[in-house]
Structures are given as C-alpha cells and as structure tokens.
T-cell receptor, first 112, second 115 residues
Framework: DVKVTQSSRYLVKRTGEKVFLECVQD?????MFWYRQDPGLGLRLIYF???????EKGDIPEGYSVSREKKERFSLILESASTNQTSMYLC???????????FGSGTRLTVV | DQQVKQNSPSLSVQEGRISILNCDYT??????FLWYKKYPAEGPTFLIS?????DKNEDGRFTVFLNKSAKHLSLHIVPSQPGDSAVYFC??????????????FGKGTHLIIQP
C-alpha cells in the first residue's frame, strides 16, 4: 500500500515564525498536493507539484510556498505564520489515475 | 465561487436504512467524480468514483449515481452501519487521465448512523 507520511501530527507555532511541514511518499508518485481542511470549508488546494522542482499554485496559495527537491518529498512552508493559518494540513500523492490519491494523516497546526 | 457543493452539513440515518448523500457541481469541465470518507484526526480515504461517461458505479454497499444534465451526483449506502459515521467529501477532477490537476472538494457532509 502507498504510504504518505506527514512528519508531525500536532504543531504549535508562534505568529511570525517560519514553519515547515514535511510530507514523504514511498511509491514513486509524480504528483503531490497540499490541502488545508477547515470546518465548514472542506478541503482547499494550496499547492501541487507534478515533478521534482516543479510547482503550481492551487486555489489558496497566499502566505505559503512549497519545495520539491526530491521526488518523494514535498514540503509546505509558511513564510511568516499567522493565526488564520491555524488549520489541519493534508498532504496527498497520486499515481497516474485520478482516483489514485492517497492522503497522509494530517498535521494540525495551531498558530498562537 | 464554489464549484462543488454539498448542501447538507449533516445527515442522521438509522442503522440498517439507506443513507443518501448529495453533491452538485457547476463546472461542466469536470469529468471524474470521487467520494472520500474521513474520520477525525485521519486523512481522507478513497471510497468510490465515477467517470462522466457512466451514470452508475457500484461497490458493495456503496453506489454512486451521476446525472450529468443536472450536474448532480449522489452516494447511496445500504444498509448503513455504525462504522459509516464519518464526514463524506464529494470531489471532482477535470482530468480522468494523467493530468496533475488537484481535486476540487465540497465542504463535506457529516453522516451520523443512529443505532
């Protein structure tokens, strides 16, 4: 089975801090995604990547950046954390078929 | 502009009965639709999908129906079981093949199965 691992389940950071959320997948998938989930808003796409060093903005990229230096790793960066970035962050990877998404368990980030 | 809509934030169904979760979409470019199930503190897990060339797909207790003219799909769970209690997300994609485009999700419906 494909495994998508997010390095932290819970994270508490201070306003203004630079925050790194790490995601690793073990099935050689080309496509990787970062979503955030908020109550009443569902899952919203922040950024995605279809290859090493390639990245595309999703629906809500403001305040975020990403890095994909290796195929298996996709990092989400909050340049200067703000309280409105308190959320559940979900990483996913996908093989060549559209139903082949696999999600990680999520990182619940609280910015205080 | 919300392209995938789940208008029922929650739904309560008695165990053994049928659960029907609804989803509407506005973007006619969507050609593949998926349902995900999510428990608290876990990532969403894939449940069932349907291509726009079909109007029905069945997998055990789960059936998804697609009405393209109405831009509407529904997920039927029968019979409903306590373990089905979760949040269900409807999702849509513009590429049924190898496109890298991310999924567009609805806001989710919290299904509660009553004993």
């Amino acid at each position: 089975d494909v495994k998508v691992t997010q390095s932290s389940r819970y994270l508490v950071k201070r306003t203004g801090e630079k925050v790194f959320l790490e995601c690793v997948q073990d099935m050689d998938h080309e496509n990787m995604f970062w979503y955030r989930q908020d109550p009443g808003l569902g899952l919203r796409l922040i950024y995605f990547s279809y290859d090493v060093k390639m990245k595309e903005k999703g629906d809500i990229p403001e305040g975020y950046s990403v890095s994909r230096e290796k195929k298996e790793r996709f990092s989400l960066i909050l340049e200067s954390a703000s309280t409105n970035q308190t959320s559940m962050y979900l990483c996913a990877s996908r093989d060549r078929v559209v139903y082949g998404y696999t999600f990680g368990s999520g990182t619940r980030l609280t910015v205080v | 502009d919300q392209q995938v809509k789940q208008n029922s934030p929650s739904l309560s169904v008695q165990e053994g009965r049928i659960s029907i979760l609804n989803c509407d979409y506005t973007n006619s470019m969507f050609d593949y639709f998926l349902w995900y199930k999510k428990y608290p503190a876990e990532g969403p897990t894939f449940l069932i999908s349907i291509s726009s060339i079909k109007d029905k797909n069945e997998d055990g207790r789960f059936t998804v129906f697609l009405n393209k003219s109405a831009k509407h799909l529904s997920l039927h769970i029968v019979p409903s079981q306590p373990g089905d209690s979760a949040v269900y997300f409807c999702a849509a994609s513009r590429y049924s093949g190898g496109g890298a485009d991310g999924l567009t999700f609805g806001k989710g419906t919290h299904l509660i199965i009553q004993p």
